[in-house]
């Protein structure tokens, strides 16, 4: 149980155009879903949380109008990399919560990885 | 806010040693602490975790990591190494006194094992 997948799992985008990134709960509803970027040989930064239904949460730092969070549903979650740069050519992983079940656990996804060109 | 440091961005050992992975955290609330396992463009994968239960706990692949409140620690470790253990380990925690909890990761300590 608590699986999560993410499509794409690597994406080449061209610079300037936008790469969307959805994130699934397959057997849970997440009611609290996560997304973090991990840079070559570092450690996942959080980028920013989102509630089923709400705005997204930001971390500081992480430009809200480049990366796009929606969670329209309780098992769906995109992150939309608007304008992308090859600065931006990251692992992106998304993690999911069913703060009915169980309030502190994250199930994460696989990744995904964008290259940007 | 809480955070976690690890000690030692890499660990090197030989087949058959002991492990060790230094963890250390800081939190004004009670923690949840755990241990991710990423092997390269993979993934994370939980190795175990602590949730005020038993301060000794015992993950998947023969590791263990033990809570000690008084050191703010929760060094991971395993008896024996195997070579199918060279990964990326990461400490986290997340703290239990929020509903908004997250989860925060340490830098990472990269494991070697030498033949």
């Known amino acids: 149980g608590a699986v999560v997948s993410q499509h794409p799992s690597w994406v080449i985008c061209k610079s300037g155009t936008s790469v969307k990134i959805e994130c699934r709960s397959l057997?849970?509803?997440?009611?609290?879903m996560f997304w973090y970027r991990q840079f070559p040989k570092q450690s996942l930064m959080l980028m920013a949380t989102?509630?089923?239904?709400?705005?997204?949460?930001?971390e500081q730092g992480v430009e809200k109008d480049k990366f796009l969070i929606n969670h329209a549903s309780l098992t769906l979650s995109t992150l939309t990399v608007t304008s992308a740069h090859p600065e931006d050519s990251s692992f992106y992983i998304c993690?999911?919560?069913?703060?009915?079940?169980?309030?502190?656990?994250?199930?994460f996804g696989p990744g995904t990885r964008l290259t940007v060109t | 806010a809480q955070s976690v440091t690890q000690l030692g961005s890499h660990v090197s050992v030989s087949e058959g040693a002991l492990v060790l992975l230094r963890c250390n955290y800081s939190?004004?609330?009670?923690?949840?602490l755990f241990w991710y396992v990423q092997y390269p463009n993979q993934g994370l994968q939980l190795l175990l975790k602590?949730?005020?239960?038993?301060?000794l706990v015992k993950g998947i692949n023969g590791f263990e990591a033990e809570f000690k409140k008084s050191e703010t620690s929760f060094h991971l470790t395993k008896p024996s190494a195997h070579m199918s253990d060279a990964a990326e380990y990461f400490c986290?925690?997340?703290?239990?006194?929020?509903?908004?909890?997250?989860?925060?990761f340490g830098s990472g300590t990269r494991l070697s094992i030498r033949p």
């Open positions: 993690s999911a919560r069913d703060q009915t079940l169980s309030p502190h656990e994250q199930y």
């Open positions: 057997d849970f509803q997440a009611t609290t």
């Open positions: 989102s509630n089923e239904g709400s705005k997204a949460t930001y």
């Open positions: 939190s004004s609330v009670p923690p949840y």
């Open positions: 602590y949730t005020s239960a038993a301060t």
């Open positions: 986290a925690v997340s703290d239990l006194g929020s509903s908004a909890s997250k989860i925060i």
